[in-house]
């Protein structure tokens, strides 16, 4: 497994996401960040998140190609201009680099959920970034 070089984790773990700090709300755990030598200019980070039951975000963006795959519990997403989903472990969601994310939240208010997030964004850009 790759180290994350220290900019990659202090941007996982201070910018925002959702409008809110990871160190406060969600638990982030990075688990690589990887240059893409056939893709100029950008990299690929991956994060796992943890939801405590009923956890949620704000509306925020990423910029990037965001994959996201369920591992544990249930979550509800939901981008600008489509329909909320609810997924279960091995379901996935997938985020454009111009969607605008309205849910994110924990969609048990009993249970932990836990999801794997694979961003494909500018080399050193920010993770999130709350939407305007």
Sequence with gaps: MMNISRAALATVLLCPFGGRL????AKVTPLMTKELPD???REALM????YAPGQSSAVHRHNAHTFVYVL????MMQVKG???VTLTPGQTFYEGPEDI???SR????TRPAKFLVLFVKMKG???SLPAQ
């Design 125 to 127: 850009a920010p993770v």
């Design 72 to 75: 544990e519990g249930s979550v």
């Design 39 to 41: 893709i100029p200019g």
């Design 106 to 109: 924990n969609a048990s208010t």
């Design 101 to 103: 994310h309205v849910v």
């Design 22 to 25: 990871l160190a406060q709300e």
């Design 47 to 50: 994060v796992t998140v943890q």
């Design 82 to 84: 489509g329909a909320p």
